[in-house]
């Protein structure tokens, strides 16, 4: 199927990124100061670049591992059925875990995840999501921290694609397709 043409606007830049990774890492690691270990889990695909930075700025011991879980495929639209397609390496009963996303859109993926690893009997589970789309929410979720909130826009880079193309943008882009602005 062909891709419709179209380009990347920056939203957010690679400094602002830096900084907010920053900022967060220090509250993250404030919050957990009497942890002795923290369980990191990354939501894959998108990520992935997110939780590289972030744990690489927290200030305690650490400990990753992944998660996949998806509810869009190629899809610009959530399909709101969430599939688990790489589950945790390591056991969470009894630990600390943060819950790292990219971004929180209808919120599906998010509950469900969490509602799972709940499940699994987590001493302390928390949520840091790098984006948050407020006005897309479904389901009530929210991150315990949040990077940036924005609004109703497609975006990539940071880590979050587009049919798996423009992940290793080092800025957030808002997405415009160029036969909607040649209409205009």
């Given at each position: 199927m062909p891709q419709r043409p179209y380009v990347i606007d920056e939203m957010i830049s690679a400094k602002a990124i830096a900084a907010r990774v920053e900022a967060l890492a220090k509250d993250i690691t404030n919050a957990y100061r009497?942890?002795?270990k923290l369980i990191v889990v990354g939501l894959?695909?998108?990520?992935f670049v997110f939780i590289a930075d972030l744990v690489r700025e927290i200030d305690l011991p650490?400990?990753?591992?992944?998660?996949?879980?998806?509810?869009y495929g190629n899809a610009m639209e959530s399909s709101r059925e969430v599939r688990i397609l790489k589950d945790l390496r390591g056991e969470i009963a009894g630990k600390d875990v943060l819950v790292v996303e990219d971004i929180v859109d209808t919120g599906f993926t998010l509950h469900h995840v969490v509602n799972l690893l709940k499940s699994r009997g987590p001493k302390r589970l928390e949520v840091c999501a790098l984006l948050?789309?407020?006005?897309r929410r479904e389901v009530k979720i929210k991150a315990t921290?949040?990077?940036f909130e924005i609004p109703d826009e497609f975006v990539v880079g940071y880590g979050i694609d587009f049919a798996q193309r423009n992940r290793n943008l080092p800025h957030i882009?808002?997405?415009r397709f160029t036969d909607e602005t040649a209409e205009a």
């Open positions: 009497e942890t002795d894959l695909r998108g990520s650490v400990e990753v591992d992944f998660l996949e879980a998806s509810s948050d789309k407020p006005s921290w949040t990077g882009g808002k997405v």
